[in-house]
């Protein structure tokens, strides 16, 4: 179980926020005193945040008369406003702000996937939670920090306050946005409460949803998705990149799969084996499918990442033509694939010895399309020598047969796990399509091993605006 306390630095400049991140799976980065506090600017991918005024008022999930010992209350977020004598008491100029915040974290959330899944908040008893006001002076309780000073007090001086006042139930965990300089970390608890014996907080002094809902996703269990094998290059998603993208996991493989709650993920890099997804966290709703989002996904996790099938051994999962595949042996690591991008698995595709012209690696299921929705497909490359790939949607009629190929670029993989895509239309008629990594003309001699992990097939015509899955 990670119980990392996990930190970030408000973004002054990419550089720096890149390597303070790059730094923090377990290691504490020194603190830098912040500048300010406050309201910040928010992250546009894969789409603008509404207006905060424009966002949907979340409600009440657990109403309590004391928030400190909400003994009986179900599980539940309670959402603090921490102020000290350095800056003052500021919660009547701040709460409905603050409340509109959470509001649109859990906006957010719930528009990162196709599937409705909300935050249960919890209230406390005494306001009129039919009135916005009534429900933002319910929703979040003030916290006096007394030992907080000025310049700049560290979240686990504001941690130690909120356990002295009674803030450490099981049934809670915690969102703390300081009215001073701190700074914004979160500890990981990806099954529940503090019952595990750490403060299952985020603290942040941004009072924004791209590092407030950052950390916050962090104590669901969320860590910065690590997503390459040991050595190799690290690629980001949404929990490294909180300046520019809001959404939560648009690929459904790193910590966050609605679609799939018995689905596993290994959340931090190797050597670390521990595995979630966050869509089970009891601080949630149950997801439910389908209302509209930034992303969907139309494969099964197996599809996705490989993961149950057994090192070195060919999976039914995949179909190839022109060669032959395999999970990608173990090396080194007892059990896990040597090469992988998204977990301990990946497929490897052995051309037989060329030059020939078309040999591909496909899913051997086809998912259902409907004409005339856009689709698009991912999957990353890798080769240790240099080969010519694309992928390809390959669509069929009801009968099984062969209507037409939407082609994407051809490009030559080599040894870094490029993300490859396609996007294509489904023509009349479509009923199903293929999935298909092609190596379409292999003009040079002998065989190539291609590696590919992290496939996902994205309904785009289902998001939200019809657009599709962003490019990673
Ligand atoms: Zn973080």
Same mark, same amino acid.
């Given at each position: ?65 004391? /928030? ?11 959402? @603090? ?24 974290? &859990?906006?957010?959330? +719930?528009?990162?996937?196709?599937? +409705? ?10 306001? &009129? ?15 006096? @920090? ?16 909120? @356990? ?72 980001? +998603? ?116 060329? /030059?020939?012209?078309?040999?591909? @690696? ?25 080969? &010519? ?63 590919? +992990? ?16 962003? &490019?990673?």
């Amino acid at each position: 179980m990670p119980r990392s306390l996990l930190r970030t630095r408000r973004p002054r400049g990419l550089a720096l926020a890149a390597t303070a991140l790059l730094a923090t799976a377990l290691a504490v980065v020194h603190p830098t005193p912040a500048l300010a506090w406050g309201p910040g600017a928010e992250p546009t991918q894969p789409y603008a945040l509404p207006a905060l005024p424009d966002v949907p008022k979340r409600g009440c999930q657990s109403t309590v008369a004391d /928030p400190a010992a909400p003994t009986g209350g179900t599980n539940a977020l309670q959402v @603090i406003y921490a102020w000290h004598d350095g800056n003052g008491n500021n919660y009547e100029a701040n709460v409905e702000y603050l409340a509109k915040v959470v509001d649109r974290i &859990d906006w957010a959330f +719930d528009q990162s996937s196709n599937y +409705d899944q909300h935050l249960n908040l919890s209230c406390r008893t005494g306001y &009129d939670t039919s009135t916005y006001a009534g429900y933002a002076r319910s929703l979040v309780v003030p916290e006096k @920090i007394e030992a907080g000073t000025n310049p700049n007090t560290p979240a686990g001086t504001v941690r130690s306050d909120l @356990i002295s006042a009674g803030y450490q139930d099981s049934n809670r965990i915690y969102l703390v946005f300081t009215d001073f300089a701190s700074n914004s970390d979160a500890y990981l608890c990806p099954t529940g409460g503090t019952s595990s014996g750490v403060h299952c907080s985020a603290v942040t002094e941004s009072w924004t949803v791209g590092v407030g809902g950052h950390e916050l996703f962090h104590v669901l269990g969320a860590p910065h998705a690590w997503f390459a094998e040991t050595g190799q290059p690290y690629y980001q +998603d949404i929990m490294y990149g909180w300046w520019d993208n809001w959404n939560v996991d648009p690929g459904f493989r790193t910590y966050y799969d609605p679609s799939e709650l018995s689905a596993q993920f290994y959340i931090d890099n190797h050597p670390s084996t521990t595995l979630g997804n966050i869509a089970n966290h009891p601080m949630l709703t149950t997801p439910v499918c389908c209302d509209s989002g930034a992303s969907n996904d139309l494969l099964t996790a197996e599809q996705r990442t490989v993961e149950a099938a057994t090192p070195g051994s060919t999976t039914s999962t995949f179909t190839s033509a022109g060669g032959w595949h395999q999970v990608t042996p173990a090396c080194g690591v007892a059990a896990n694939s040597c090469v992988y991008s998204d977990g301990r698995r990946s497929v490897q595709f052995n051309t037989y010895s060329g /030059p020939h012209n078309a040999s591909s @690696i496909a899913l051997s299921s086809r998912p259902a399309v409907t004409p005339g929705r856009t689709y698009k497909a991912f999957a990353r490359l890798r080769s240790t020598t240099a080969v &010519d790939a694309q992928l390809q949607l390959a669509w069929y009629n009801a009968g099984g047969t062969l209507l037409s190929t939407t082609s994407g670029s051809t490009s030559t993989v080599t040894g870094s796990w490029v993300e490859y895509r396609v996007t294509g239309t489904a023509p009349a008629n479509a009923a199903s399509v293929r999935v298909t990594v092609a190596v379409p003309n292999q003009s040079t001699t002998g065989n190539h091993a291609l590696n590919v +992990d992290s496939l996902q097939l994205d309904d785009c015509s289902a998001n939200t605006g019809g657009v599709c899955r962003y &490019d990673s």
